[in-house]
């Protein structure tokens, strides 16, 4: 079955300094990872995916994800950090199988501190 | 950009009633809508695969008496927990399959549920 995992449950950083929320994963076949936002009591927000093509993509709000196949690993990164950027950050991964369900990490908090 | 609306935001209800969750997509049709449940401080978990006009297909270990959904039309889907209990207090999130652009979901804002 398709999993990732982020081994790190929080993440702080200061304001201006670059960040990586990092995840790993495990898929039978090609990967289509993502990463979601969630600010407190509310939904989840897109980010970014990688489907195929150009190992680094690049999302929303600055923030840019390296596809690495050799290492599994597909970590979040911004080269500088806002306050506003604290919250809960998920990885996902497309399931294979008709529903293309997402199945997702167990989330990391980041947070910036002023 | 696909927007998907999720009522209520909040509910609080008694132990024992009923309580319906509505998940629409609003400016695109969505064949496959899901549902999530998180518990605080954890991950979304796969509560269920809602399809417009069958039946809902159930992760393992989910109640379908208890967590009823309805897929009617492809704007639509509905969560009804039924005779909830205070361990059904959670936060609901559904989310929504764009047929293009590589079936990219959208989420709702989630439905927070207190049950007395």
């Known amino acids: 079955a398709q999993s990732v995992a982020q081994p790190e449950d929080q993440v702080n950083v200061a304001e201006g300094n670059p960040l990586t929320v990092k995840c790993t994963y495990s898929v039978s076949g090609n990967p289509y990872l993502f990463w979601y936002v969630q600010y407190p009591n509310r939904g989840l927000q897109f980010l970014l995916k990688y489907i195929t093509g150009d190992n680094l993509v690049k999302g929303s709000y600055g923030f840019e994800a390296e596809f690495n196949k050799s290492q599994t690993s597909f970590h979040l990164k911004k080269p500088s950090a806002l306050v506003s950027d604290s919250a809960l950050y998920f990885c996902?991964?497309?399931?294979?199988?008709?529903?293309?369900?997402?199945?997702f990490g167990q989330g990391t908090r980041l947070t910036i501190n002023p | 950009g696909a927007v998907v609306s999720q009522h209520p935001s909040w509910v609080i209800c008694k132990s024992g009633t009923s309580v319906k969750i509505e998940c629409r997509s609003l400016d695109f049709q969505a064949t496959t809508m899901f549902w999530y449940r998180q518990f605080p401080k954890q991950s979304l978990m796969l509560m269920a695969t809602s399809n417009e006009g069958s039946k809902a297909t159930y992760e393992q270990g989910v109640e379908k008496d208890k967590f009823l959904i309805n897929h009617a039309s492809l704007t639509l889907s509905t969560l009804t927990v039924t005779s909830a209990h205070p361990e059904d207090s959670s936060f609901y999130i559904c989310?929504?399959?764009?047929?293009?652009?590589?079936?990219?979901?959208?989420f709702g804002e989630g439905s927070r549920l207190t049950v007395l």
């Open positions: 989310s929504a399959r764009l047929q293009v652009r590589d079936g990219e979901l959208f």
């Open positions: 996902a991964v497309r399931d294979i199988g008709g529903a293309q369900k997402l199945v």
